[in-house]
Structure formats: C-alpha cells, structure tokens
C-alpha cells in the first residue's frame, strides 16, 4: 500500500461551521504533512508532524488545528474559515522528517469551498 | 517504478560557482513541473516551478530548464551560496492543483565556501 488516502474530495462549508479533513496513511510514514494549494500555484506547507509531534507550523491561522491521533492519521480542523481559504488541501507523508533517499507521497487532495 | 527521478543523490559546489541539479520524469501526462527545497528537520518549501507550456523558468538565482521531448528538467543556481546547501526536491503532477505530486529522492546540494 503507497497511498495517502484523504477525506472527502469534496467540502463546502459554511464560515461558521466546523469541519475536518481527514489524512491516512499505512506505510509507516513517521512524519506527515499539511499543504494548502491555491488554483494554479504550487502547493505551500502548513504543518509538519514528526513522530506524532507537531515540529512545524508556517504561521498559519489559528481557524486551522491540526491533529495527529496516531502514526497513521492526520486531521485538520476547521472553524469560522473565510471564503479566501478555499482551496485545494493537500495531505503528504514520507518515512521521516530527514527525507533523503525515501519516497514522499501526496494525497490526492480534499477541494474545499468556503461560502 | 519511480516516475520522477533524481539520480544525483549528492552534489557539492564551490561557492560563486553554479549548481546544476537534474531530474528526469517518465509519465508523459506530466504538465507542471516544482523544485522544493528542504532544511534538515524543517517541511519542504517551494522553489520556483514551470509549466509544460514553457521551456525556462527564472527567479533571481534560480533558473529551470524544462525539455518536454527528454523528460528532463534542471535547476540552476547562480551563483551558488553557502546558504543553499539543503536538499532540492524535484516534483510533478498532470494538472497544477488537481492531481497529486509526484516528487523525487532529492538531491543533497552541499555549497562550500
């Protein structure tokens, strides 16, 4: 298995609802991350989690709360977002933080619409 | 079977000088093409990228050639300096923002001074 699987593909939400998006991954991976990817721009790092610990976070507003429940899932959680944080919400993971000569991996993404 | 490659798992620059780090792809269907950059114990952070529709790419020091026929792109940097010793991660993806990255094994760019 070399997925990264996330859920949904697919949210809209409300500015004042709260939601989560869901990673998984069963390689092993000890380090996880968190992309956000606006249309047609590269995608940028959020949150890195290493070792179930969280050891990066870019700045990013508090209305985003990453989770690292175990070795094998990643949530981000949502909450009063705005409409310019719809994007395209990437999941990766790679074997650990150092990522030399081991494989990264990319979910395929969760497309979130904030109304 | 890798289908972005990095073969060069090392590289080491004289300061001033220029870094070529190379990478090949196999899928065709590849139409967006990223350099990553990554410190050790720290995410990777975007570089610099190029579509599909272009063959050169430049921002300051940081150059990418893109040859769609070879499946082969390089990232230049010129001139080289200390600080950009990390490791360069060469991504791609079919669509930019719709489909998944593929990334390579990274090269280690060591710049001595």
């Known amino acids: 298995d070399t997925e990264v699987t996330q859920t949904p593909k697919h949210l809209v939400m409300g500015m004042t609802n709260k939601k989560s998006l869901k990673c998984e991954q069963h390689m092993g991976h000890r380090a996880m991350y968190w992309y956000k990817q606006k249309a047609k721009k590269p995608p940028e790092l959020m949150f890195v989690?290493?070792?179930?610990?969280?050891?990066i976070n870019e700045s990013v507003p508090s209305r985003f709360s990453p989770e690292c429940p175990n070795s094998s899932l990643l949530n981000l959680h949502l909450h009063a977002l705005q409409p310019e944080d719809s994007a395209l919400y990437l999941c990766?993971?790679?074997?650990?933080?150092?990522?030399?000569?081991?494989?990264?991996?990319f979910g395929q993404g969760t497309r979130l619409t904030v109304v | 079977d890798q289908q972005v490659k990095q073969n060069s798992p090392s590289l080491s620059v004289q300061e001033g000088r220029i870094s070529i780090l190379n990478c090949d792809y196999t899928?065709?269907?590849?139409?967006?093409f990223l350099w990553y950059k990554k410190y050790p114990a720290e995410g990777p952070t975007f570089l610099i990228s190029i579509s599909s529709i272009k063959d050169k790419n430049e921002d300051g020091r940081f150059t990418v050639f893109l040859n769609k026929s070879a499946k082969h792109l390089s990232l230049h940097i010129v001139p080289s300096q200390p600080g950009d010793s990390a490791v360069y991660f060469c991504?791609?993806?079919?669509?930019?923002?719709?489909?998944?990255?593929?990334f390579g094994k990274g090269t280690r760019l060591s710049v001595i001074a």
């Open positions: 899928n065709s269907m590849f139409d967006y």
């Open positions: 989690y290493s070792y179930e610990k969280l050891s």
């Open positions: 991504a791609a993806s079919e669509v930019a923002g719709n489909t998944p990255l593929v």
């Open positions: 990766a993971s790679s074997q650990d933080n150092n990522w030399e000569g081991t494989e990264a991996f």
